[in-house]
């Protein structure tokens, strides 16, 4: 793994997203949402890879935020040369989709 991923992700999240990476997978970017699709606030992480989106959100029966927050792999999209990240606002609350021609897959 590139010293990037080792270097910027905090280590609970490093260790979170390792398992789940394919052999010669490249961490891109990452980011932590902090909205859930029905805008409660809770924990979530979202890595980009050479190869795919993998978005983790808490595990059922965990809080959703802060101490005893379990997170787990919630989604995997494999990435396309057809796929784009399209980024919108509304009222202070930003939303990045992942879309695939003309479909939505996060």
């Known amino acids: 793994m590139s010293n990037w991923f080792s270097d910027s992700l905090p280590a609970r999240l490093r260790e979170l997203a390792t398992p789940h990476l394919l052999p010669e997978e490249t961490p891109l970017a990452w980011f932590e949402p902090d909205l859930s699709r029905a805008l409660c606030y809770w ?7 050479d190869r795919r989106v993998l978005s983790f959100e808490p ?4 809080p959703l935020q802060g101490e005893g927050c379990s997170l787990v792999l919630a989604g995997e999209y494999p990435l396309s040369k057809s796929c784009r990240f399209e980024a919108r606002e ?3 609350v930003g939303q990045l989709d992942l879309i695939e021609g003309e479909r939505r897959l996060a």
């Not at 924990?43 to 890879?49: E, G, K, P, R, Y």
């Not at 595990?59 to 965990?62: D, F, Y």
């Open 43 to 49: 924990d979530s992480f979202v890595l980009l890879t």
């Open 59 to 62: 595990a059922e029966g965990s």
């Open 90 to 92: 509304f009222a202070g």
